[in-house]
């Protein structure tokens, strides 16, 4: 079982940055590929970025490559979300998530554990 927290959400103008964190229970966080989604009212929840249990390879949305940046750090059971030259669209609840099969999957039926989610709000 792994849980999961998601931190540094806000309130953010347009062109500004954040920086999420998510902190995952258990001694085993290394095994875990996690992933990074978000969902806007009214939308599906989409992809933004994973990566591997090591942290040697990573994934983005094609349209958020370049902006977005995901690390990890294992020893604090920590995965980040660097986001850059924020924009209203990405205005969305944020969510991390867990999986067990190791790779840098986009889609959510290939993750087993969710956090809660946090707001990112960016204004115009």
């Known amino acids: 079982q792994v849980q999961l927290v998601e931190s540094g959400g806000g309130l953010v103008q347009a062109g500004g940055s954040l920086r999420l964190s998510c902190a995952a229970s258990?001694?085993?966080?290394?095994?875990?590929?996690m992933g990074w989604f978000r969902q806007a009212p009214g939308k599906e929840r989409e992809f933004v970025a994973a990566i591997t249990g090591s942290g040697d390879s990573t994934n983005y949305a094609p349209s958020l490559k370049g902006r977005f940046a995901i690390s990890r750090d294992n020893a604090k059971n920590t995965v980040y979300l660097q986001m850059n030259s924020l924009k209203p669209e990405d205005t969305a609840v944020y969510y991390c998530?867990?999986?067990?099969?190791?790779?840098?999957?986009?889609?959510?039926?290939?993750?087993?554990?969710w956090g809660q989610g946090t707001q990112v709000t960016v204004s115009s």
């Open positions: 258990g001694r085993t966080f290394s095994a875990y590929a």
């Open positions: 998530a867990a999986s067990r099969y190791g790779g840098t999957y986009a889609y959510t039926r290939s993750y087993d554990y």
